[in-house]
C-alpha cells in the first residue's frame, strides 16, 4: 500500500478503535490539526479495495471502517509490518524522495513530497538539488514549474535505465531490502510487497512473481538471490509501463542479435506467460532485453554446454583468463592456475561481466571503496587485469567491475598465503530462524568451499547463549540479530559470490588469531550429553513415519493429514497444525529444486523429536500447484522443551544429508520403511561419531 506514515498511523487508530470516531478525536490521537486529517484522508482512494474495507464517513456522526473483521485483522498486520523510515536520515530520505520521482514523471507539487515525507517545503526542494546530478548522469532532467509543480523529462529507453540503475545500487540497502524482505525469507521468491509499493503497483509486482516463481528452469533456478530479484524488479518496470503505454522504441540491431541467442527462448516463454497472465501484448523489443538481462545475471554454478559466451568460446576465454592471472602477478601466477577454486570463480564472474561491458550495462558496487581502502595493492594490480579484458572486449572497464575482479584475486591470495601458514581451525556459528532449514543448507555450500578450515554449527535465532557465544570466533546469519554482542556477518540466504568473499576474509583473520578461551567442560557433563545425543537419536528411529496420502490433496489437507498423523489427542493436532501453517507463511518451504518438500517447525503439539516421510499414493507429484511439482513432503517436528539444541542439530543433519547423500533421498522417495530406518539410521550413525570426535 502507497501510504504515508501518518496516513497508516490513522488507519490504525480507526482499525484500533472499530467503532465511529470524530475528526477532532483522531486528529488529537494523531497529533496533527483536524485539516491535516481531513487532507490526508483524501489521499485515502482506492488503497483499501484489495481488502473488502471502505472508508465511511457521515456528517455528526464521524469517520469509520467498514468491512470484515478478517479483513481488518488482515490490514492492521499489513501496516503494523509497514516500513516506517527516519525522517532526520536524509540519505535515506532523498533515496526514497528519487524513488517517488521515478515512480510518476507527472507533474507533483512540493506540498505533496514535504507531506509525504512529513518535512517542510523548503528541505524537499534542498532534496531535490541534491538528486538532480543523478538524474542528469542518467539522461533525465527536472523541470520545475512555478505554480504547477515538479516533473522529469526524458527518453523512455533512459527512464526505464534510470530505475534499474536505482535498484541495482540500492539492492543491499535499507530502502530496497524490505523488497524482499531478505532478513526472513529462507526463498529468493518470498517477496515482501508492502514496501515495493513504492514504486510498483502492489498487483502487478505480484503477478509477475507467480510468474517467474512458477517457472521450473535450470536457468531461473539457478540465479543468484540478487540476480532473481533483479530480474523480477526489471520485468516488472516493463509491465508498469508497457500498462501505461509507454514503449520502447524498437532497436532492430539489438532485437535480431538476441533472436539469435540462446536465452532467447527462454526470455520468449517468460514473455508468453506474462501475455497470459496480464492479457496484454508485449513488443519484441522487450524479449530482447529480458534476453539480455538473463545473459547478464549471475548463477550459482556455471556449466559449459559448448555454446558460445559472448562470440568468445571456451578455450578463447581460458587463454584471457590465464593473461589476466599473468597480469595480476607474474610471480604468483603458477600457484593461481592451480587453485582451481579461484579458476571456477573467476570463470562465473567472467560470463555475466562480458555481457555487461559489450552492452554497456552498469553494475553498482556497494564495497568499491572498502576494497580501494583496505586493499589499495589488490586494487592496483587488478587494474593490470582489467586493462587485459578491455583488450579483449574493446569496451572501457568501469571500476565497479575491477573492484569485483580485486574481490576474486584477493580471496585467491588469502588462500595462498593461508597454506604456508600455522593456521587453527575457526568456529563458526550459522544461524537462521530454526536452525534447521536455510542454516543447513547454507551449512553445506560453506562445508565444500572452506572444507577443514573451520567448524560449523547451526543454530536458530533463540539459541545463542552467553556460552555459544563464549566458544564461537564468529556467526553467519541470514536473519536480523539485535542485541546479540558477537561478531556476525550478515549475508544473503543463498550466499552469492561476494558473500563467500567476505566469509573468506573473516576465516583468514581468525585463523591467525589464538583460540577462543572456552568454559571448562566436565568429564561427567561431556557423559550427560553423549548419552541424551544417543537417547534422542533412538528415539527419532524408533518413531519414524512413513504415509501415503492423495496426490489430490491441496497443501492445507496435506498439513491437517500430518498433524492426525504425529498425534491421536485434537488438541494437539490443532497445535501441529497452526505451527506448520504459520512457519510456511514466514517463508516457503516447498523445495522445487531438490524434489521435496521440509515442512518443520517447533510446536507444543508434540513431546518427542519426530522424522517422518510422506509420499503420493501412485508416486506422482501432487495436483496442487502449491507443491510445484514435487512428490515428497519430510516432516520435522521439534518440542518445545530444554532439549532445543540437540534436536534441532540432530534434525538439521537429516536435512543437510537429504542434500548431500542422493542416495539417501532415493531411498526415501522409494517408500519402503525398512529401507528408509535403516538408512536414517546410517546417517545418524555418523552424526553420532562426528559429535564425539569433536568432544575428544
Known amino acids: 500500500m502507497n501510504l504515508t506514515p501518518r496516513l497508516r498511523k490513522v488507519l490504525l487508530i ?10 477532532q ?39 469509520w471502517l467498514s468491512g470484515d473483521t478478517e479483513q481488518k485483522k488482515k490490514l492492521q498486520q499489513e501496516l503494523c509490518r509497514s516500513d516506517d523510515y527516519d525522517v532526520s536520515d536524509r540519505e535515506d530520505r532523498r533515496k526514497r524522495l528519487l524513488l517517488e520521482i521515478l515512480k510518476d514523471k507527472g507533474l507533483k507539487k512540493l506540498f505533496y513530497y514535504a507531506d509525504l515525507f512529513q518535512v517542510s517545503e523548503a528541505t524537499v526542494s534542498s532534496d531535490l538539488e541534491s538528486v538532480e546530478g543523478w538524474l542528469e548522469e542518467h539522461g533525465l532532467k ?47 521468491e518470498e517477496i515482501s ?5 513504492w514504486i510498483f503497483k502492489e498487483d502487478v509486482l505480484k503477478k509477475v512473481t507467480k510468474c517467474i516463481s512458477g517457472m521450473n528452469n535450470r536457468k531461473i533456478l539457478s540465479l543468484t538471490e540478487s540476480s532473481y530479484v533483479g530480474l523480477v524488479l526489471h520485468i516488472t518496470i516493463a509491465i508498469n ?5 509507454e514503449i520502447i522504441e524498437t532497436k532492430e540491431e539489438l532485437l535480431q542479435r538476441m533472436e539469435k541467442d540462446e536465452d532467447f527462448l527462454l526470455a520468449e516463454e517468460i514473455v508468453a506467460r506474462l501475455e497470459e497472465e496480464f492479457a496484454i501484448s508485449i ?76 552492452y554497456d550495462m552498469k553494475i553498482a558496487n556497494p564495497v568499491l571503496e572498502e576494497i580501494k581502502s583496505s586493499y589499495p595493492d589488490i586494487f592496483e594490480k587488478s587494474k593490470n587485469v582489467a586493462r587485459v579484458l578491455e583488450k579483449w572486449v574493446q569496451r572501457p572497464v568501469p571500476e565497479e567491475e575491477t573492484g569485483f575482479l580485486a574481490v576474486h584475486f584477493g580471496a585467491a591470495m588469502v588462500r595462498m598465503e593461508g597454506k604456508q601458514e600455522n593456521l587453527r581451525r575457526v568456529r563458526v556459528g550459522i544461524v537462521c530462524a530454526s536452525g534447521i532449514g536455510i542454516s543447513r543448507l547454507m551449512l553445506s555450500k560453506l562445508d565444500k568451499m572452506f572444507k577443514d578450515r573451520l567448524w560449523m554449527e547451526t543454530y536458530g535465532k ?73 537417547m534422542q537419536i533412538k528415539t527419532i528411529i524408533r518413531y519414524l513415519e512413513v504415509f501415503k496420502v492423495s496426490n489430490d490433496v491441496t497443501f492445507g489437507e496435506l498439513v491437517e493429514a500430518i498433524a492426525r498423523k504425529m498425534s491421536p489427542y485434537g488438541d494437539r493436532q490443532a497445535m501441529i497444525q497452526a505451527d506448520i501453517e504459520e512457519r510456511e507463511k514466514i517463508a516457503s518451504q516447498v523445495f522445487a529444486e531438490f524434489g521435496f518438500a521440509l515442512l518443520h517447525t517447533r510446536t507444543k503439539g508434540v513431546m518427542r523429536p519426530s522424522f517422518s516421510v510422506c509420499l503420493t499414493k501412485d508416486g506422482k507429484a501432487f495436483k496442487d500447484p502449491y507443491f510445484k511439482g514435487i512428490s515428497v513432503v519430510l516432516v520435522m517436528l521439534l518440542p518445545v522443551d530444554e532439549n532445543i539444541r540437540i534436536n534441532s542439530d540432530i534434525l538439521g543433519y537429516i536435512s543437510s544429508s537429504l542434500i548431500e547423500d542422493y542416495d539417501f533421498l532415493l531411498t526415501i522417495t522409494g517408500g519402503d520403511k525398512p529401507k528408509i530406518e535403516e538408512e536414517l539410521s546410517k546417517q545418524l550413525r555418523k552424526y553420532f561419531n562426528k559429535c564425539i570426535s569433536q568432544m575428544q
Open 25 to 63: 478525536e483522531l486528529a488529537e490521537r494523531v497529533g496533527v490539526s483536524k485539516r491535516t486529517v481531513q487532507r490526508e484522508l483524501e489521499y485515502l482512494g482506492n488503497e483499501l479495495d484489495a481488502y473488502g474495507i471502505s472508508f465511511e464517513s457521515r456528517t455528526g456522526k464521524g469517520v
Open 462 to 534: 533463540n539459541d545463542i547463549t552467553p556460552y555459544i557465544i563464549s566458544k564461537t570466533d564468529f556467526f553467519i546469519s541470514s536473519i536480523s540479530m539485535k542485541n546479540v554482542d558477537a561478531d556476525i556477518l550478515w549475508v544473503n540466504p543463498l550466499l552469492n559470490d561476494e558473500d563467500i568473499d567476505k566469509i573468506g576474509q573473516k576465516l583468514y583473520y581468525y585463523e591467525r588469531l589464538p583460540r577462543k578461551e572456552q568454559e571448562e567442560t566436565l568429564f561427567s557433563t561431556e557423559l550427560e550429553q553423549i548419552n541424551l545425543l544417543a
Open 193 to 197: 510487497y508492502h514496501s515495493i509499493s
Open 14 to 23: 480507526l482499525l484500533e478503535k472499530d467503532t465511529t470516531m470524530s475528526v
Open 142 to 188: 527536472v523541470t520545475r514549474k512555478p505554480g504547477s509543480g515538479t516533473m522529469i523529462s526524458g527518453s523512455e529507453e533512459n527512464y526505464r535505465k534510470a530505475i534499474r540503475v536505482f535498484i541495482e545500487e540500492n539492492i543491499d540497502t535499507r530502502t530496497l531490502r524490505e523488497a524482499y524482505d531478505i532478513s526472513e525469507s529462507e526463498k529468493p
Open 241 to 245: 509501463r508497457i500498462l501505461k503505454n
Open 283 to 358: 513488443p519484441e523489443i522487450e524479449k530482447a532485453y529480458i534476453c539480455l538481462h538473463i545473459k547478464g545475471a549471475k548463477h550459482q554454478g556455471i556449466e559449459w554446454d559448448g555454446a558460445k559466451t559472448v562470440e568468445i568460446e571456451r578455450q578463447e576465454l581460458l587463454e584471457m583468463m590465464n593473461e589476466m592471472i599473468d597480469a595480476y602477478d607474474k610471480e604468483a601466477a603458477f600457484v593461481l592456475k592451480q587453485d582451481n577454486e579461484f579458476i571456477q570463480g573467476l570463470l562465473a564472474h567472467l560470463q555475466p561481466t562480458l555481457i555487461r561491458l559489450i
